[in-house]
């Protein structure tokens, strides 16, 4: 049975209409300052504890991060697992060809005549090409999507929203990419999911009780 996309709006809302009203105000941010002013806006405002805390933070974002959560689901319900892994999957390849098609220089190369005036974090590898979208923030609202709709109490999802959206600003303060590409992340991450769940979420073997039993627990979350 197809789930229909409003139903899905519903289920997500407590996410869905704060993310609505962030990205209102970065598409009034882009409209008034260029690529360069929001970039060093956001690199010059750089701390310690900022600095030890972002790649850490950044990882959530990483598909790895989608296998642990996957492996941990499989011992409770073999369906959310699949839906897990599946969407965040496509997802990342929407994204892997989107940054091909556009073949985006990253702030390491964008600005390599200016990188002395640029704060950078030790130990942190840096990138230098397919910067547009952002794959971590695409992951990072995925799956923040994703396991909103799942929660039975709605208000995790501004959390929800909220740790995503600090994934995204990690991925700028790493240098690693501009403020468009988060933009862009998070838009491809959570409309692509809220159709996928739509598509996916009401298969009828995902309904099966064989697919909603885990490792230890035979019934559904």
């Avoid at 130990?123 to 695409?138: I, K």
Wanted: charged share 15%.
């Amino acid at each position: 049975m197809k789930i229909r996309i409003k139903d899905v709006l519903y289920e997500i809302r407590t996410f869905f209409i704060p993310y609505l009203v962030v990205l209102t105000v970065c598409f009034i941010i882009k409209s008034i300052y260029s690529r360069e002013e929001i970039y060093f806006a956001v690199n010059s405002h750089n701390y310690p504890w900022a600095d030890a805390i972002a790649p850490y933070l950044t990882d959530l974002g990483n598909f790895w991060t989608v296998v642990v959560l996957t492996a941990i689901l499989s011992f409770f319900n073999y369906g959310k697992a699949f839906l897990l892994v599946a969407i965040n999957a496509i997802t990342a390849i929407v994204a892997q060809i989107v940054k091909h098609i556009f073949d985006a220089p990253r702030p390491m190369l964008y600005f390599k005549d200016q990188l002395v005036h640029i704060h950078f974090i030790k130990g942190v590898d840096m990138l230098s090409l397919h910067s547009f979208p952002s794959g971590h923030t695409v992951t990072a609202f995925s799956t923040a999507v994703l396991i909103t709709y799942w929660c039975k109490n709605k208000l995790w999802g501004l959390p929800l929203l909220l740790l995503a959206i600090a994934v995204g600003y990690s991925r700028m303060y790493l240098s690693e990419h501009f403020f468009e590409d988060v933009t862009a992340g998070s838009v491809i991450g959570a409309i692509t999911t809220v159709f996928l769940i739509g598509w996916l979420a009401g298969k009828d073997f995902l309904k099966s009780p064989k697919w909603n039993r885990g490792l230890i627990n035979k019934n559904s979350l």
